[in-house]
């Protein structure tokens, strides 16, 4: 008998790893929230196990190595491995500051939760991951962290900075091609995402504003993180995709 999917998606009590954890969980895969908000987490947990899914919840800030820690304790307790990673906690706080004045403390509260916070989860988890059959790790990476897009004047967002946001999801991408060659070997592919500018509260935004332009529904913005994860064994290695297809790193 095939062992059973355990997940653990960082950040999944709200957004798109809300969204992803409730599809993922109908595909028969155990999830467990790694939660910043505790209240949003146990409403989260409760929707989707009064769906018939099994989900539960770990206190995650992935800026606090301690809970990073005991939240791989709680998956080793619970389930013995772990199945797939999904990093999808992530922040932007530089909203659309030009290079010349953008603030060091968000720069830096951006690498903080973006790239240093997916590192360390990666890391504690690599042990559990290599436990499980079919394992996988997905980044929750941005278009906004292309550096083929960003020198592209064709891309839409050419000419819009957010220089930490960027700087810190190009680093994912760059997490995800030395995590993908380490762990080769063991037979655990890693992987980047792109979801696309989605309908969500990302970076403070009132979900009940009207959508700028170009602005994707949450579920849309879903759709590729759900696609990846549903490939059990993932056969992708290596890649930086989106709904429409891969991207240039
Ligand atoms: N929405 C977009 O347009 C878009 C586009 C490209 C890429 N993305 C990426 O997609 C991912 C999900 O974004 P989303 O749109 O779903 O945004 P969201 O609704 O704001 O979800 C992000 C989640 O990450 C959590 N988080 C923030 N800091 C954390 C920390 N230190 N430890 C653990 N969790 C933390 C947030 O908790 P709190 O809300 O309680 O702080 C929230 O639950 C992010 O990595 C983002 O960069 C989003």
Redesign the pocket.
């Known amino acids: 008998m095939a062992q059973k999917v355990v997940t653990l998606i960082?950040?999944a009590?709200?957004?798109?790893?809300l969204l992803a954890a409730k599809a993922l969980s109908k595909e028969g895969q155990a999830i467990i929230i790694?939660a910043?908000?505790e209240a949003a987490a146990k409403q989260a947990v409760t929707e989707i196990t009064a769906d018939g899914g099994e989900a539960s919840y770990v206190n995650?800030?992935?800026?606090n190595h301690d809970q990073v820690k005991k939240a791989s304790q709680y998956v080793a307790d619970k389930y013995r491995y772990l199945t797939i990673l999904i990093n999808?906690?992530?922040?932007?706080t530089d909203g659309p500051h030009s290079p010349v004045d953008i603030p060091m403390d968000a720069l830096r509260k951006e690498f903080d939760?973006?790239f240093f916070?997916s590192v360390d989860v990666t890391q504690t988890m690599v042990p559990l991951l290599k436990k499980a059959e079919n394992a996988q790790i997905i980044n929750?990476s941005?278009n906004m962290g292309s550096l083929g897009l960003a020198t592209d004047p064709s891309f839409p967002f050419y000419n819009f900075y957010s220089m930490g946001y960027g700087a810190s999801k190009a680093a994912v991408n760059f997490e995800t091609i030395c995590f993908s060659k380490a762990l080769k070997d063991d037979g655990i592919p890693v992987n980047s995402v792109?979801?696309?500018?989605?309908d969500?509260?990302?970076g403070g935004r009132n979900t009940n504003d009207p959508k700028p332009a170009g602005m994707q529904s949450a579920e849309e913005?879903a759709a590729q993180i759900i696609k990846m994860a549903s490939h059990n064994p993932q056969t992708d290695n290596a890649t930086f995709s989106e709904n429409a297809g891969q991207l240039p790193w």
């Open positions: 960082t950040g009590e709200k957004g798109l790893g790694g910043l908000d995650l800030d992935v800026t999808n906690a992530g922040i932007v939760v973006n916070g929750l941005s792109n979801p696309g500018f989605s969500t509260a990302f913005g």
